[in-house]
């Protein structure tokens, strides 16, 4: 088994061409085939070696990495279609001399008037075959003297074009609706229909899984399989992904392309995970699978004909997983971009880096990407007690019987007690305030929250406080922005309280 993903450096990788390798890269791993990566940079206009590095990069973020491609090679290159032009024109002239393809000299002008003419009839435009019926001696004449000309291929006529797709069942195409399309350009470029035929003949390409927009590609390849001696591969055509309104999933739903999703903190193999999912089942109830198992179990079979919606909640509920169980040192290190940007961080020191993992266990659980990681983390630096008691929620908390009384306990037991690095000294000393003021449960709890954080909710105190401690004794030059201590922020609130 021997199959590819063959992008075009035209942009970003769209997480629909995402999902397409996917599943291409899941029935090789699963099957013991080949992956290879091909770009298809024949337009030169737009291709670029910006976006085909972005590609490349990107695939490999999210594991998919290929056996055969432009960066690593095969016996089956060049991979890239610029460096392949020989062999279109090659396989052009062999069409010419059997009379299957014939020079085309209709100027773009002309083409343009006959696509317009055939909009307003209400005909899907087709080539009229102008230049069908030129004699070959003429035509060569023509192009020998340097008169600028476009290779087609002859459709048969009066025949229909089938082929059997593993998703879509049986498909039937009349010949007589494809028209003569383009083979190569007048410039020498070879049109797509021609340059993927070429190219997945040539490298023994078993399997084309692409997207449903190429089913209609498909009737002229075949064709061109048939006239070319070559093996036709099994098809098959993925359902688009679509947005929540059903539209193909564009710019307007939001963010688009892996590097997007990237850039926000979605890891790798909640992605992976989640594209998977979209228009394909395992079987089983498990909707959590690394990559190993996703290609164990992957069949095209089971791929669906519908279109999947791509649900942006759902893809945060599978990163949460992803993120609970990753390493603390991986997250902070995905982190430190964000908390650089928020001033938590003022250097990457190897203190900065322990401490940002240290503190992982506050945010990773209740985060649903790595770019909200520092909102989770604020009250370490930012406490501010007249600005928390304006807050309406901590107002709540405030005005309950008792937590004053907590507070001011608070306060006066931290003064002289060794700082809460631990959770045993902090439930020891919620102990001793309990004790001194009766207080219990939510009664003695959201009171210590609110004096030690500024906030009426977030992580849990046993995780919070001793990060707080941590924090304030790390020495200047950490590169950690200064995080003031629990001592000193229970004083400050009961001082608030009593103004």
């Avoid at 062999?94 to 002008?109: T, W």
């Amino acid at each position: 088994m021997r199959v590819r993903f063959a992008p075009s450096p035209t942009g970003l990788l769209h997480v629909g061409n995402a999902r397409t390798a996917l599943f291409n890269w899941l029935l090789a791993r699963g099957g013991g085939g080949t992956f290879i990566l091909r770009i298809e940079d024949t337009d030169a206009e737009r291709s670029t070696p910006e976006s085909e590095r972005g590609i490349l990069d990107d695939l490999r973020w999210l594991g998919l990495q290929w056996d055969e491609g432009p960066d690593v090679g095969g016996a089956y290159g060049p991979y890239r279609q610029s460096e392949r032009l020989d062999l279109y024109r090659s396989y052009a002239g062999e069409l010419l001399d059997a009379g299957q393809a014939y020079y085309c000299f209709c100027s773009p002008d002309a083409l343009e008037r006959e696509r317009q003419a055939a909009l307003e009839a209400g005909r899907p435009p087709q080539y009229s075959g102008a230049c069908r019926a030129l004699p070959p001696a003429e035509a060569a004449r023509r192009v020998a003297a340097g008169e600028a000309a476009a290779v087609r291929f002859r459709v048969p006529a009066r025949r229909d074009v089938a082929f059997e797709d593993v998703v879509r069942g049986t498909v039937r195409f009349d010949a007589g609706v494809i028209g003569d399309p383009v083979l190569l350009r007048s410039d020498g470029r070879p049109a797509y229909n021609f340059a993927v035929v070429v190219d997945d003949a040539l490298m023994e390409v078993t399997h084309v899984v692409r997207g449903e927009d190429h089913v209609s590609n498909t009737p002229r390849q075949v064709l061109l399989y048939e006239a070319l001696h070559f093996e036709a591969p099994v098809f098959a055509h993925l359902a688009l992904v679509l947005g929540p309104d059903h539209t193909p999933l564009s710019k307007r739903h939001g963010a688009t392309s892996v590097a997007e999703f990237r850039n926000r903190g979605i890891l790798p193999e909640a992605l992976l995970n989640y594209l998977a999912l979209l228009g394909w089942s395992p079987g089983e109830s498990e909707e959590i699978l690394p990559a190993e198992e996703l290609a164990r179990r992957f069949s095209l079979e089971h791929v669906g004909r519908s279109s999947a919606v791509f649900d942006v909640e759902k893809l945060a509920w599978v990163n949460r997983h992803y993120l609970r169980d990753a390493a603390p040192a991986r997250l902070a290190a995905l982190a430190m971009p964000h908390l650089v940007e928020a001033g938590f961080v003022l250097a990457e020191t190897a203190t900065a880096r322990d401490f940002a993992a240290a503190v992982m266990p506050l945010a990773a659980a209740s985060v649903d990407r790595i770019e909200q990681i520092p909102a989770r983390i604020r009250f370490l630096f930012e406490f501010d007690p007249g600005r928390a008691r304006a807050l309406e929620e901590v107002g709540r908390v405030l005005a309950e019987p008792g937590a004053s009384a907590v507070i001011a306990a608070l306060a006066a037991d931290l003064a002289g007690a060794p700082r809460l690095v631990d959770r045993e000294r902090f439930r020891a000393a919620a102990a001793r305030i309990r004790q001194a003021t009766g207080c219990k449960g939510r009664a003695l709890f959201h009171p210590i929250r609110v004096a030690l954080t500024g906030e009426a909710g977030g992580p849990e105190l046993d995780l919070a406080v001793p990060a707080i401690e941590r924090g304030a004794e790390l020495p200047p030059g950490s590169g950690v922005a200064p995080v003031l201590g629990c001592r000193e922020r229970a004083a400050r609130f009961a001082g608030e309280l009593q103004k």
